[in-house]
Structures are given as C-alpha cells and as structure tokens.
Nanobody, 125 residues
Framework: VQLQASGGGLVQAGGSLRLSCALS????????MGWFRQAPGKERAFVAS????????YYTDSVKGRFTISRDNAKNTVYLQMNDLKPEDTAVYYC???????????????????WGKGTLVTVSS
C-alpha cells in the first residue's frame, strides 16, 4: 500500500500549484482522502478532505476560497488545487486516507490509516 504525492515546488506569492496523490495497492473508492500540512516549527495540521464519492469537501478556514480538493476514482488520485498562494502556505503537504473516518471529522483528528511521504511547497514573497 502506498500513497505517492507529487506537484510541490517553489512558487511566488499569488501563484498556483496542483498537488496530486495516487493510492496503490488498495481500492481507492473505499477511502476518504485528504491533505495535511506541516509548516516549519509547527505541528501537522488539517488542510482539506473529500468524501468517498467526492460529493462532500471540507477545508480549514485559512484555505477556503483558494484551495480545491477533488478526486478521480478512475485514476486512484486525489488533487489539491492551490491558488493565490501565500508565504504562510509554505509547508510539507501530506496526502492521507482512511476507510472509516468521515471527511467531516478530519479537522479535529490526525490518526488516519495511511500517510504519504509529503511534498514540499515553498511560497516566496
């Protein structure tokens, strides 16, 4: 079982990036998917989650209106489109998934089943 994230990089403030994360070794549609991030010197924190079908999405307040999470169950991939990036978005972004925990509860927990290795996003001012 593996989560492989990609798409991180260096971008100027106001720019955009799209992160992708592919799940292998499991039935993707069985998993709630989401993203956390860990900024330098800070704890890992919830960013966004998406339900099994993609019909429900949830975001931390600081990214609402700028980030969009989506999934393609045919490609076993979840995406995080990040627009209007700010220096405070600089962090390592982790893809994660879980079969049981509702996407609506992810903002208050970090005990998901499977975690990817993370991809670094750096936003320069």
């Amino acid at each position: 079982v593996q989560l492989q994230a990609s798409g991180g990089g260096l971008v100027q403030a106001g720019g955009s990036l799209r992160l992708s994360c592919a799940l292998s070794g499991r039935t993707f549609s069985n998993y709630v998917m989401g993203w956390f991030r860990q900024a330098p010197g800070k704890e890992r924190a919830f960013v966004a989650s998406i339900s099994w079908t993609g019909g429900s999405t949830y975001y931390t307040d600081s990214v609402k209106g700028r980030f969009t999470i989506s999934r393609d169950n045919a490609k076993n991939t979840v995406y995080l489109q990040m627009n209007d990036l700010k220096p405070e978005d600089t962090a390592v972004y982790y893809c994660t998934c879980d079969t049981q925990k509702s996407a609506s509860t992810w903002y208050r927990r970090n005990d998901m089943d499977i975690w990817g290795k993370g991809t670094l996003v750096t936003v320069s001012s």
